[in-house]
Protein backbone atom coordinates (compact mmCIF):
# COMPACT_ATOMS: atom_id res chain seq x y z
CA UNK A 1 0.00 0.00 0.00
CA UNK A 2 1.51 3.32 -0.97
CA UNK A 3 -0.12 6.89 0.56
CA UNK A 4 2.00 10.43 -0.72
CA UNK A 5 1.72 12.98 2.10
CA UNK A 6 4.03 15.76 0.52
CA UNK A 7 1.80 17.84 -2.13
CA UNK A 8 1.91 17.65 -5.44
CA UNK A 9 0.66 19.06 -8.85
CA UNK A 10 0.55 18.22 -13.10
CA UNK A 11 4.34 19.87 -12.66
CA UNK A 12 5.83 17.26 -10.57
CA UNK A 13 4.39 13.94 -8.14
CA UNK A 14 6.40 12.52 -5.31
CA UNK A 15 5.93 8.75 -5.40
CA UNK A 16 8.66 6.49 -3.63
CA UNK A 17 8.36 2.65 -3.06
CA UNK A 18 5.85 1.16 -0.55
CA UNK A 19 6.67 3.60 2.75
CA UNK A 20 4.58 6.47 3.31
CA UNK A 21 6.40 9.58 2.93
CA UNK A 22 7.04 12.32 5.46
CA UNK A 23 8.04 16.01 4.61
CA UNK A 24 10.94 17.17 6.82
CA UNK A 25 9.89 20.27 8.81
CA UNK A 26 12.17 23.35 8.21
CA UNK A 27 14.36 24.44 11.66
CA UNK A 28 12.72 28.12 12.24
CA UNK A 29 14.33 30.46 15.08
CA UNK A 30 12.06 31.80 17.39
CA UNK A 31 10.85 35.50 16.29
CA UNK A 32 11.69 38.47 18.24
CA UNK A 33 9.26 39.22 21.21
CA UNK A 34 8.01 42.70 19.44
CA UNK A 35 7.50 40.53 16.35
CA UNK A 36 5.16 37.90 18.77
CA UNK A 37 3.43 40.84 20.13
CA UNK A 38 2.18 41.92 16.95
CA UNK A 39 1.38 38.35 15.79
CA UNK A 40 -1.26 38.01 18.66
CA UNK A 41 -2.21 41.37 17.93
CA UNK A 42 -3.35 40.48 13.95
CA UNK A 43 -6.24 38.33 13.82
CA UNK A 44 -5.45 34.96 12.52
CA UNK A 45 -5.56 34.29 8.24
CA UNK A 46 -7.86 32.09 6.88
CA UNK A 47 -6.11 28.97 5.68
CA UNK A 48 -5.51 29.11 1.76
CA UNK A 49 -7.64 25.80 0.25
CA UNK A 50 -4.59 24.16 -0.90
CA UNK A 51 -3.18 24.13 2.88
CA UNK A 52 -6.25 22.64 3.76
CA UNK A 53 -5.94 19.97 1.38
CA UNK A 54 -2.65 19.03 2.69
CA UNK A 55 -3.74 19.26 6.20
CA UNK A 56 -6.36 17.04 5.53
CA UNK A 57 -4.10 14.87 3.40
CA UNK A 58 -1.61 14.39 6.17
CA UNK A 59 -4.51 13.44 8.84
CA UNK A 60 -5.53 10.79 5.91
CA UNK A 61 -2.06 9.44 6.40
CA UNK A 62 -2.08 9.13 10.25
CA UNK A 63 -5.24 6.99 9.89
CA UNK A 64 -4.26 4.69 7.16
CA UNK A 65 -1.52 3.98 10.11
CA UNK A 66 -3.55 3.38 12.62
CA UNK A 67 -5.38 1.05 9.95
CA UNK A 68 -8.45 2.91 9.87
CA UNK A 69 -9.07 2.56 6.04
CA UNK A 70 -12.28 3.78 5.67
CA UNK A 71 -11.57 6.94 8.12
CA UNK A 72 -8.53 7.64 5.95
CA UNK A 73 -10.16 7.54 2.79
CA UNK A 74 -12.83 10.11 3.52
CA UNK A 75 -10.23 12.40 4.43
CA UNK A 76 -8.34 11.96 0.91
CA UNK A 77 -11.53 12.79 -0.68
CA UNK A 78 -11.76 15.60 1.23
CA UNK A 79 -8.54 16.73 0.24
CA UNK A 80 -9.00 16.02 -3.37
CA UNK A 81 -12.23 18.20 -3.44
CA UNK A 82 -10.15 21.18 -1.87
CA UNK A 83 -7.13 20.93 -4.24
CA UNK A 84 -7.55 19.11 -7.28
CA UNK A 85 -3.95 18.70 -7.69
CA UNK A 86 -2.74 17.18 -4.36
CA UNK A 87 -1.39 14.08 -4.41
CA UNK A 88 -5.05 13.00 -3.00
CA UNK A 89 -5.83 11.66 -6.54
CA UNK A 90 -3.57 8.91 -6.26
CA UNK A 91 -4.11 8.19 -2.18
CA UNK A 92 -7.95 7.89 -3.47
CA UNK A 93 -7.01 5.19 -5.87
CA UNK A 94 -4.59 3.86 -3.71
CA UNK A 95 -7.18 3.03 -0.33
CA UNK A 96 -9.79 1.64 -2.59
CA UNK A 97 -7.08 -0.50 -3.60
CA UNK A 98 -6.28 -1.44 0.04
CA UNK A 99 -10.12 -2.02 0.29
CA UNK A 100 -10.14 -3.93 -2.38
CA UNK A 101 -13.03 -1.68 -4.10
CA UNK A 102 -10.84 -1.89 -7.65
CA UNK A 103 -13.51 -0.09 -9.82
CA UNK A 104 -13.64 2.80 -7.81
CA UNK A 105 -9.94 2.62 -7.61
CA UNK A 106 -9.29 2.46 -11.76
CA UNK A 107 -10.67 6.22 -12.45
CA UNK A 108 -8.05 7.49 -9.79
CA UNK A 109 -5.55 5.41 -10.78
CA UNK A 110 -5.70 6.82 -14.48
CA UNK A 111 -5.69 10.12 -13.63
CA UNK A 112 -2.43 9.86 -12.17
CA UNK A 113 -0.68 8.15 -14.98
CA UNK A 114 -1.66 12.23 -16.58
CA UNK A 115 0.90 13.40 -14.19
CA UNK A 116 4.34 14.06 -15.75
CA UNK A 117 6.00 10.80 -13.70
CA UNK A 118 9.49 9.17 -13.98
CA UNK A 119 9.84 5.87 -15.02
CA UNK A 120 9.40 4.67 -11.35
CA UNK A 121 6.77 7.01 -10.25
CA UNK A 122 5.29 5.55 -13.19
CA UNK A 123 5.92 2.07 -12.60
CA UNK A 124 4.09 2.40 -9.13
CA UNK A 125 0.76 3.40 -10.57
CA UNK A 126 1.29 0.96 -13.63
CA UNK A 127 1.51 -2.12 -10.65
CA UNK A 128 -1.53 -0.62 -8.73
CA UNK A 129 -3.17 -0.37 -12.31
CA UNK A 130 -2.68 -4.30 -13.46
CA UNK A 131 -3.70 -5.52 -9.84
CA UNK A 132 -6.96 -3.72 -10.62
CA UNK A 133 -7.26 -5.45 -13.67
CA UNK A 134 -6.34 -8.90 -12.36
CA UNK A 135 -9.01 -7.89 -9.68
CA UNK A 136 -11.61 -7.76 -12.36
CA UNK A 137 -10.75 -9.61 -15.35
CA UNK A 138 -13.35 -11.94 -15.08
CA UNK A 139 -16.30 -8.98 -14.80
CA UNK A 140 -15.31 -5.95 -16.35
CA UNK A 141 -12.98 -4.45 -19.46
CA UNK A 142 -11.68 -0.94 -19.65
CA UNK A 143 -12.41 1.39 -22.62
CA UNK A 144 -10.80 4.24 -23.45
CA UNK A 145 -13.38 7.26 -24.33
CA UNK A 146 -12.70 10.38 -26.15
CA UNK A 147 -15.34 12.91 -26.99
CA UNK A 148 -14.18 16.31 -29.26
CA UNK A 149 -14.19 18.92 -28.03
CA UNK A 150 -12.78 17.31 -24.77
CA UNK A 151 -13.68 18.03 -21.17
CA UNK A 152 -16.96 15.86 -21.18
CA UNK A 153 -18.33 14.00 -18.11
CA UNK A 154 -18.36 10.40 -18.36
CA UNK A 155 -21.16 7.69 -16.84
CA UNK A 156 -21.31 4.43 -16.76
CA UNK A 157 -24.90 3.03 -16.25
CA UNK A 158 -25.83 6.12 -14.72
CA UNK A 159 -23.03 6.03 -12.76
CA UNK A 160 -20.99 9.76 -12.49
CA UNK A 161 -17.18 8.90 -12.87
CA UNK A 162 -14.73 11.64 -11.06
CA UNK A 163 -12.51 13.16 -14.46
CA UNK A 164 -13.43 13.96 -17.67
CA UNK A 165 -12.69 12.93 -21.27
CA UNK A 166 -10.55 11.68 -22.44
CA UNK A 167 -10.24 9.26 -19.98
CA UNK A 168 -10.27 5.27 -19.70
CA UNK A 169 -13.30 3.52 -17.73
CA UNK A 170 -14.12 0.19 -16.24
CA UNK A 171 -17.53 -1.29 -18.32
CA UNK A 172 -18.71 -4.34 -16.55
CA UNK A 173 -19.22 -7.19 -19.17
CA UNK A 174 -22.92 -7.58 -20.59
CA UNK A 175 -24.09 -4.40 -22.46
CA UNK A 176 -22.76 -1.25 -20.40
CA UNK A 177 -24.67 2.21 -21.27
CA UNK A 178 -21.56 4.84 -21.39
CA UNK A 179 -23.03 8.22 -21.22
CA UNK A 180 -21.55 11.47 -22.73
CA UNK A 181 -22.56 14.87 -21.53
CA UNK A 182 -20.85 18.10 -21.59
CA UNK A 183 -22.63 21.85 -21.16
CA UNK A 184 -23.67 22.98 -24.13
CA UNK A 185 -24.20 20.13 -26.55
CA UNK A 186 -26.62 17.53 -26.75
CA UNK A 187 -25.40 14.03 -24.67
CA UNK A 188 -24.56 11.08 -26.29
CA UNK A 189 -25.10 7.62 -25.17
CA UNK A 190 -23.05 4.09 -26.58
CA UNK A 191 -24.65 1.45 -25.33
CA UNK A 192 -20.56 -1.27 -25.00
CA UNK A 193 -21.23 -5.18 -25.37
CA UNK A 194 -18.05 -6.84 -23.97
CA UNK A 195 -16.97 -10.46 -22.31
CA UNK A 196 -14.30 -12.16 -21.49
CA UNK A 197 -14.21 -13.49 -25.29
CA UNK A 198 -15.24 -10.14 -26.73
CA UNK A 199 -13.19 -6.98 -25.36
CA UNK A 200 -14.91 -3.34 -25.99
CA UNK A 201 -13.55 -1.09 -28.84
CA UNK A 202 -12.44 2.26 -27.92
CA UNK A 203 -15.48 4.69 -27.89
CA UNK A 204 -14.70 8.38 -30.04
CA UNK A 205 -17.53 10.91 -29.62
CA UNK A 206 -18.33 13.63 -31.47
CA UNK A 207 -20.87 16.10 -29.55
CA UNK A 208 -23.38 18.31 -31.38
CA UNK A 209 -24.35 21.46 -29.79
CA UNK A 210 -27.77 21.65 -27.79
CA UNK A 211 -28.74 25.00 -29.86
CA UNK A 212 -31.57 25.67 -32.13
CA UNK A 213 -30.89 24.27 -35.86
CA UNK A 214 -32.69 24.54 -38.90
CA UNK A 215 -32.72 21.88 -42.25
CA UNK A 216 -30.78 23.42 -44.90
CA UNK A 217 -30.19 22.86 -48.57
CA UNK A 218 -27.30 24.53 -50.62
CA UNK A 219 -26.80 24.29 -54.42
CA UNK A 220 -24.04 24.62 -55.90
CA UNK A 221 -23.10 24.84 -59.87
CA UNK A 222 -23.02 21.73 -61.99
CA UNK A 223 -20.02 19.58 -60.64
CA UNK A 224 -19.01 21.68 -58.03
CA UNK A 225 -17.89 20.20 -54.55
CA UNK A 226 -20.04 21.65 -51.82
CA UNK A 227 -18.59 23.13 -48.41
CA UNK A 228 -20.35 24.00 -45.39
CA UNK A 229 -18.03 25.95 -42.51
CA UNK A 230 -14.89 24.11 -43.91
CA UNK A 231 -16.38 20.54 -43.97
CA UNK A 232 -17.37 19.08 -47.46
CA UNK A 233 -21.29 18.00 -47.34
CA UNK A 234 -21.73 16.53 -50.68
CA UNK A 235 -21.80 17.29 -54.59
CA UNK A 236 -23.56 20.10 -56.49
CA UNK A 237 -26.03 19.82 -53.62
CA UNK A 238 -26.13 19.46 -49.64
CA UNK A 239 -28.87 18.61 -47.31
CA UNK A 240 -28.12 18.98 -44.05
CA UNK A 241 -28.73 20.67 -40.63
CA UNK A 242 -26.87 24.05 -38.95
CA UNK A 243 -27.46 25.98 -36.00
CA UNK A 244 -29.38 29.14 -36.54
CA UNK A 245 -26.98 32.11 -37.31
CA UNK A 246 -24.24 32.64 -39.74
CA UNK A 247 -22.30 30.13 -41.82
CA UNK A 248 -19.86 30.06 -44.89
CA UNK A 249 -20.69 27.97 -47.60
CA UNK A 250 -18.33 27.00 -50.61
CA UNK A 251 -18.98 26.11 -54.27
CA UNK A 252 -15.58 24.26 -55.52
CA UNK A 253 -13.96 24.90 -58.47
CA UNK A 254 -15.73 23.47 -61.89
CA UNK A 255 -14.44 22.90 -65.78
CA UNK A 256 -16.52 26.38 -66.05
CA UNK A 257 -16.82 28.21 -62.71
CA UNK A 258 -14.10 29.43 -60.35
CA UNK A 259 -14.89 28.05 -56.53
CA UNK A 260 -16.45 30.70 -54.43
CA UNK A 261 -17.93 31.31 -50.99
CA UNK A 262 -21.00 32.72 -49.53
CA UNK A 263 -21.75 33.82 -46.00
CA UNK A 264 -25.79 32.94 -45.24
CA UNK A 265 -27.68 33.57 -42.27
CA UNK A 266 -30.00 30.07 -41.41
CA UNK A 267 -33.01 31.08 -39.96
CA UNK A 268 -35.75 29.16 -38.33
CA UNK A 269 -38.00 26.64 -40.64
CA UNK A 270 -36.24 25.28 -43.84
CA UNK A 271 -33.79 27.12 -45.51
CA UNK A 272 -32.09 27.36 -49.10
CA UNK A 273 -29.55 28.87 -50.88
CA UNK A 274 -29.35 28.81 -54.54
CA UNK A 275 -26.26 29.26 -56.07
CA UNK A 276 -25.97 26.98 -58.93
CA UNK A 277 -25.92 29.74 -61.59
CA UNK A 278 -23.09 31.86 -59.62
CA UNK A 279 -19.82 32.05 -62.10
CA UNK A 280 -17.38 33.43 -59.54
Known amino acids: MLVLSSRWSLLGLALAGSAMLTVPARAQSAPPPEAAASA ?6 PESADRVAERFNEEGKKLVAAGKYEEALEKFRQS ?4 PLSNAIFNVGS ?3 TLKQYDEAHPYL ?3 LRAPLDPRQREIVLNHLENVARQLRNTHAAVLVESSPPGASVAVNNKPLPFETPMRVLVPFGAADVIVTLLGFKPQTVVVNSSTQEMPHDIRVRLERDEPDAPVTVFCPKGADVFVDGTMMGF ?5 RLLLGEHIVRCGKTATTLAFERKVAVRAGPNAFEFSTSTK
Open 40 to 45: RSEPAR
Open 80 to 83: LKLF
Open 95 to 97: MHC
Open 110 to 112: EQT
Open 236 to 240: EQART
